[in-house]
């Protein structure tokens, strides 16, 4: 993750602790004979959050004014580290009682009883004493590695743990080109997928759709062969996002896999030449033979039945492109294929889908994992339902929850958003999350609503 992206991650989860905290407070001054694990609890989430504010400051620090080699010695918390404590944050916010509530009953009935038994307490004790820790190391590392490092030896230093820890951002090329190759290969690529996929990945705020690639579903669908997922979701709800996600998510874990390979698309009704089925294949194609010598050599031979060189060039056809790349995906030990959009395809919408099931159900797949994302429509879901597990995209609330915290942590930093009482950012952020569904989502990453106009609507 990097710098600015673990910054805002991080000043999310600290916005998330701060209203916990005081929940929770509120609880232990409001209930007489509280239990003795509630002032417990108050006193690890005060030290979880302080921690986390610690830990964000530095982040922030090395991302606005970096120092390479700190940099690349620092040891910040992984992403899935992030996730649980969040998870766990979350757990408490929605348990904690409702003292703003407004109806007199229910602020009664949050004073009689405390919302988790003695054990889950206790388990959710050990459990922020364990992200504590997690915290701590990562700012101790961070001291450390700024005592070590020289600064005659910064750039030297920084080079060599960069190439050490790099992360993987596209499909690497593992075949030498040359002109003649270039041509080939260029008979396959009518749109570059990557062109959609940096797009969806610059949209995506860090952490989120971990809800999906830290699943049960998602690991199944990576680790058992020839398995098959279908996203599906309503307007809004940020499935293209989630599809350049699956793609990261999968780019990182193969770096470490030998004989497997990535292959992935982008529809998109703006523009046609995306989502023309023909179009699909040969870029999935073009994609795979870039990584192994075999597979370029099976899509060179099929750009030599096409014969370019003498009267009108032959089309490529759907059913021989899905024949080649059996052939081609045959040559590794394990495929991954992501398609997204597929009800942006139109008229094309049914070839399209048909084609890609062909893919991933004929019995000439033997190590292809399909991933396709889509809206819930009929025709798609009468071709999939079957044949693939599927998921319902839905704009996440954690997800949402964790933009808006860093936001407001940023708007208040940069002082665009005063607040006199901080128990008004909790208010904020809750009404923010509780009202956002679907074309909200959209509204709050799009740069025509900033944060405090969105404020401004409560």
């Excluded at 665009?416 to 509780?434: F, T």
Aim: proline residues 4%.
């Amino acid at each position: 993750m990097e710098p600015l992206s673990l910054a805002a991650s991080i000043a999310g989860l600290v916005t998330l602790a701060d209203l916990v905290f005081r929940a929770a407070v509120k609880y232990h001054k409001s209930v007489k004979n509280a239990p003795k694990e509630v002032k417990a609890l108050v006193d690890e989430v005060k030290d979880l959050s302080l921690l986390l504010h610690n830990l964000s400051l530095v982040e922030y620090g090395l991302a606005t004014q970096p120092d390479p080699a700190a940099q690349a010695n620092a040891q910040p918390p992984k992403s899935h580290h992030l996730h649980q404590c969040q998870q766990l944050l979350r757990r408490l916010q929605t348990g904690l009682p409702d003292f703003e509530a407004n109806s007199g009953l229910q602020r009664l009935q949050s004073r009689l009883k405390w919302p988790f038994d003695i054990s889950e307490t206790k388990e959710m004790l050990q459990a922020i004493g364990r992200h504590k820790q997690t915290v701590n190391i990562a700012l101790t590392a961070q001291s450390v590695s700024q005592l070590q490092i020289c600064p005659s030896r910064q750039r030297e230093s920084s080079n060599m743990i960069q190439d050490m820890k790099r992360k993987i951002s596209d499909i690497e090329k593992k075949i030498l080109l040359d002109d003649k190759r270039e041509r080939i290969l260029g008979a396959f690529l009518a749109v570059n997928p990557r062109v959609e996929f940096e797009a969806n990945k610059s949209l995506r705020h860090p952490m989120t759709a971990l809800w999906l690639t830290e699943s049960t579903d998602f690991q199944d669908w990576f680790n058992i062969e020839k398995s098959r997922l279908w996203c599906s979701g309503i307007p809004g709800a940020g499935k293209s996002v989630i599809a350049g996600a699956i793609v990261d998510e999968c780019l990182q874990l193969i770096q470490n896999q030998p004989n497997t390979a990535l292959g992935y698309f982008f529809c998109t009704y703006k523009n046609p030449l995306t989502v023309l089925p023909c179009n699909i294949l040969s870029a999935l194609c073009y994609q795979l033979a870039l990584q192994h010598e075999a597979a370029f050599q099976i899509l060179e031979a099929y750009n030599n039945e096409l014969d370019h060189s003498s009267h009108l060039p032959v089309p490529l056809k759907t059913s021989r492109l899905i024949e080649v790349l059996h052939d081609i995906c045959g040559v590794f030990g394990r495929v991954y294929l992501i398609v997204d959009g597929l009800d942006e395809c139109g008229d094309h919408t049914n070839e399209t889908v048909r084609s890609m099931k062909r893919v991933s159900t004929a019995t000439a797949n033997k190590n292809i994992n399909v991933a396709l994302l889509s809206r819930d429509e009929l025709e798609i879901r009468e071709q999939l339902e079957q044949e693939f597990n599927w998921i319902e995209i839905e704009a996440q609330n954690h997800d949402i929850q964790l933009y808006v915290g860093s936001e407001l942590a940023t708007l208040i930093e940069e002082r665009r958003l005063r607040l006199r009482d901080p128990s008004l950012k909790d208010e904020i952020l809750v009404r923010l999350v509780e009202g956002s569904v679907g074309s909200l989502v959209s509204s709050i990453t799009s740069a025509s609503s900033p944060p405090t106009e969105l404020v401004g609507k409560l």
